[in-house]
């Protein structure tokens, strides 16, 4: 190889290795703005993620304070207040009130507001009606405190009709030390903005308020046409001869802007480490090119070499990559798992109801209304069962561990378990109580939820409901019993007026006297059989049992059948002739008294009907007809009578309403009708008009027991 060779391939090498530095200053340059943008933008992004999950937990906590709200009368109660300022604890708000459309002010933290105060002209209230959710208001001076706040609000809604307005205060002091938490060198700093630009949270307080971020620098004109654009990104500026850098990420919960702004030469410098590295890198690949060309005229030997430098560094970068992967997975599983726990936390013991958590059935968790509707602490009902609660024997007269393993086997099979049961208080009272069941998957492990409601007030309306229908009903009884009574007490007095008459006539004898005494007994003992009767019907069935549809309807024919006669009633009971006796399960006594307040009103309805109809001879009559269909049992009661009104039939059930007026009925009849019937039998009960009177349909489950008590 001559001279002139070696320079040309020296000017080919040297020219090669410029324009490679070249390319790698330019490579270097470029990375590291994007380095130093995207560096500053996970800033702006993992501030932006706090606040959002700050702001999100506590709409969570005004979500739920609301709906445990609307489960309670809203007023001055200790009820709503307790709420309120538990909501207060939980979100370290600075108030949580309620404004009502009647102009009401209920504050969490006992604020008086002042005379002629109307909570519907401030702007908390105005903007929870104008956007008709749950939704943040711009920042406001607070009455109470006089400080710059930010509010939480919801309107109250209650059967589709707007009660008031629930809203909780945010000091935006409380948000600023949340957000100046964020440190970024030393230059920098992290504010913001809402939608129009205007200054939320600064570290500079005379700009709260007052001035907009695009006003403060003309270099930042547009910055709010260029957020318009994105959710997030960065923007060059220059500030007093300094040229800056700032971030932004977009809050999607308010469409506020959460901003980070440092010097760009700290941020270059910030990012010098990972530019050298990356320069570095471009170094090795140089060296690596050169290598190879000068391998190429040493041989095939060093190609491998450089081959296998760029396999190891290819296996370091996809497993970098891999590590980068796995590092975000586990930071957003980690922010998704605390945001889980504190919306859990919150509605956990906000609910009303006691709540509880059991895996294979012993309580392994519950609210604080579990511990107050116990009357046992926290700690002590951790570690029990649901029979450890109960009592021994349930109010309906069936064991309670043989009651809990039939509702755990259809628990099992898949089914959401709603059911009445009984529990013991600590000081050994018992109370009765609505229990919700259903099975989820909680941490991989399966666990049973416990939903408790106390219907001890709702219970004792119900006994004191049944004792009224009782009293109304027995005045009737009376009238009956009298009139059952006149035909024997007229024969025992004529049998007592014959005495003299005999004797006198000498016809005492002992014949006379046997068959005096015969039918004198008779008499007494159908009086007796009918005191009997009637003692039985007014006495509550203490446990549930089988009991024969057809003798029950007898019994009620029976004590309902001196009134029918009196008033020239006909009832027919119509049975299939191969009928064989029908069970169902449940209280007799009560629904004796179901088809005696039926039957009552049937005669009732006749006798309105031929009164208002006095010159047509009308028919009064009474229909019993019972029949099977789909394993149940249907029992049909038809009269001759005036009907119902339209506008009344779907009220007909309703305490305390009658069509007979308030001096005739209570109203409460056919209520303890339906509710003996549907809640205790599990049931059904309807009625329809017929051209001509009414019908009554009871339709019962047929049981499998035959007269067996439960």
């Known amino acids: 190889m001559n001279l002139k060779t070696n320079y040309l391939v020296m000017a080919g090498l040297l020219l090669i290795m410029v324009v490679l530095v070249g390319v790698t200053y330019n490579s270097t340059r470029i990375i590291t703005e994007r380095t130093v943008e995207n560096h500053q933008q996970s800033i702006a992004a993992d501030a932006a993620k706090t606040v959002e999950l700050w702001l999100s937990q506590h709409l969570n906590i005004v979500e739920a304070s609301a709906r445990a709200v609307l489960e309670i009368p809203i007023g001055q109660t200790p009820e709503t207040l307790r709420i309120l300022k538990m909501a207060m604890h939980a979100g370290d708000f600075s108030d949580v009130y309620i404004g009502l459309k009647d102009g009401t002010m209920i504050d969490g933290a006992d604020w008086i507001p002042p005379k002629g105060y109307d909570p519907g002209n401030r702007p908390w209230y105005k903007k929870a009606v104008a956007d008709n959710k749950i939704t943040f208001t711009a920042p406001y001076v607070d009455l109470t405190t006089n400080k710059l706040v930010i509010a939480i609000v919801k309107p109250l809604v209650v059967n589709h009709e707007f009660q008031g307005v629930i809203s909780a205060d945010i000091i935006l002091d409380t948000l600023e030390q949340n957000v100046m938490n964020v440190k970024i060198g030393t230059s920098g700093y992290t504010f913001i903005i809402d939608s129009l630009g205007t200054v939320l949270v600064h570290p500079d307080q005379e700009l709260l308020m007052t001035a907009k971020i695009q006003e403060t620098n003309q270099s930042l004109s547009g910055i709010l046409e260029y ?37 760009k030469e700290e941020a270059y410098t910030l990012a010098k480490n990972t530019a050298m590295l990356f320069a570095m890198g471009m170094v090795f690949k140089i060296l690596a090119i050169l290598a190879v060309l000068l391998m190429l005229v040493i041989g095939v030997s060093a190609l491998i ?33 605390k945001e889980i726990e504190t919306r859990y936390q919150t509605l956990f013991n ?95 492990e399966m666990v049973t939820l416990y939903s408790i409601w106390d219907i001890s007030k709702r219970a004792d309306a119900e006994h004191q409901l049944r004792q009224a229908h009782k009293l109304a ?25 014959s005495l003299p008459s005999a004797f006198y006539n000498q016809m005492i004898t002992k014949e006379f006297i046997e068959k005096m005494v015969r039918e004198s007994d008779s008499q007494i003992q159908f009086m007796s059989r009918t005191i009997n009767d009637f003692r039985q019907y007014f006495r509550p069935s203490k446990t549930k049992q089988a009991f024969e549809v057809h003798d029950t309807i007898k019994s009620a024919v029976k004590l309902i059948h001196p009134q029918l006669r009196q008033n020239a009633v006909t009832l027919e009971i119509n049975e299939a002739p191969d009928e064989t006796e029908l069970f169902v399960f449940g209280y007799k006594n009560e629904f004796v008294h179901v088809l005696v307040n039926i039957i009552s009103n ?21 229909e019993i007809s019972v029949e099977t269909r789909n394993n149940t049992v249907v029992l049909k009661i038809k009269d001759t009578g005036c009907g119902i009104p339209d506008l009344s039939l779907p009220k007909i059930f309703t305490p305390y309403f009658t069509t007979k007026g308030v001096a005739a009925g209570t109203g409460i009849g056919l209520y303890m009708a339906k509710m003996i019937v549907e809640k205790e039998m599990q049931g059904q009960i309807s009625v329809e008009n017929l051209e001509e009177g009414a019908r009554f349909i009871i339709i019962l489950p047929l049981s499998d027991l035959k007269g067996n008590t439960a």
């Open 227 to 263: 957020f318009k654009t994105s959710g997030s990104g960065s923007y060059y500026y220059t500030y007093l001869g300094v040229k800056k850098i700032l971030s932004f990420q977009r809050l999607p919960e308010t469409g506020w802007f959460l901003c980070t702004t440092v010097e």
């Open 305 to 337: 070499l450089v081959i296998s430098k760029h396999r190891f560094e290819s296996i370091v970068k996809q497993q970098s990559r891999l590590l980068s992967g796995k590092d975000k997975d586990l930071e957003g599983e980690i922010t998704r798992r």
């Open 350 to 444: 906000v609910a009303t109801n006691a709540i509880m958590l059991s895996k294979n059935f012993i309580i392994i968790e519950c609210n604080e209304k579990a511990a107050d509707m116990f009357g046992i602490p926290h700690e002590k009902i951790i570690g029990r069962s649901m029979l450890d609660l109960s009592p021994a024997i349930q109010q309906d007269g069936r064991e309670s561990r043989k009651k809990w393993d039939r509702i755990i086997e259809n628990l099992v099979a898949g089914d959401q378990q709603i059911f009445e049961w009984a529990f013991n208080r600590s000081d050994g009272t018992e109370f009765p109580a609505e229990v919700g069941l259903k099975t989820l998957r909680l941490d991989s």
């Open 473 to 497: 009903a027995m005045g009737e009884m009376l009238s009956a019993i009298a009139h059952q009574w006149r035909q024997p007490l007229n024969a025992l007095s004529t049998y007592i007026a």
């Open 602 to 622: 049937a005669k009732d309805a006749i006798l309105e009907r031929s009164e208002k109809n006095r010159e047509e001879e009308a028919v009064r009559l009474i």
